[in-house]
């Protein structure tokens, strides 16, 4: 059963700095990895999708970087920004298109 | 375009009663699934379809029944709602196998009282 990890599950920075939120799966045999964004009482909105065959995908001062063989992806945030602060989540898809998620990672941005 | 569209937004029910959630999906998406959201659980899967009259379970589907009869619709059936079904129940759609991202409706928050 495929399970994924996020660390840490809560971190809370200053305003401006660069930051790093990892994401580990036990099953390397995965079809894509994707990582969200959650705001309070909020649905999910998708940041990035990686493709198993990819190494990284970036959006903005998003960057996503996935290595398959280690079970692992990071997701680096350059630049917080207060508006940053949200619960990021980490899922790997494997199968007919369903999604195994992390529990996620809260981040606060502070001013 | 709508995207994915959830009704109701939020729901109270009473022991026993049963309801059906409602997901339509306006981009011809193939694959189609049911989650729920719970503290300290993370989001598990409920129930999926990968595509018209066909349907599967997911993780978590007891107490759950889900149907598929067009492609733009997928509704999520609680049979007799119990307390352990409060939750924040989230519908996602998406193209194909792992190819195109998921998109995720704004949720349903159902309390079972």
């Known amino acids: 059963k495929q399970e994924v990890t996020q660390i840490p599950a809560a971190l809370s920075v200053p305003e401006g700095e660069n930051l790093v939120l990892n994401c580990s799966f036990t099953d390397s045999a995965i079809y894509n990895l994707q990582w969200f964004r959650q705001d309070p009482g909020k649905g999910l909105t998708s940041l990035l999708l990686?493709?198993?065959?990819?190494r990284e995908q970036t959006s903005g001062r998003l960057n996503a970087s996935l290595d398959k063989s280690s079970g692992r992806s990071t997701l680096y945030i350059a630049a917080s920004q207060p508006g940053d602060s949200a619960t990021y989540l980490c899922?790997?898809?494997?199968?007919?298109?369903?999604?195994?998620f992390g529990k996620g990672t809260m981040l606060l941005v502070s001013p | 375009n709508a995207g994915v569209t959830q009704t109701p937004k939020f729901q109270v029910l009473k022991t026993g009663q049963s309801m059906t959630l409602q997901c339509a999906q306006d981009m011809n998406h193939e694959y189609m699934s049911w989650y729920r959201q719970d503290p300290g659980m993370g989001l598990r899967l409920i129930h999926y379809s990968v595509g018209a009259g066909i349907t599967d379970q997911g993780e978590v589907p007891n107490g759950y029944n889900v149907s598929r009869s067009t492609t733009e619709d997928f509704p999520l059936r609680l049979l007799s709602a119990a307390p352990s079904q409060t939750s924040v129940y989230f519908c996602?759609?998406?193209?194909?196998?792992?190819?195109?991202?998921?998109?995720f409706g704004d949720g349903t928050r159902l309390s079972i009282l």
């Open positions: 996602a759609s998406s193209y194909s196998r792992g190819v195109k991202p998921q998109h």
């Open positions: 990686i493709q198993s065959s990819q």
């Open positions: 899922a790997v898809i494997s199968g007919y298109s369903t999604l195994t």
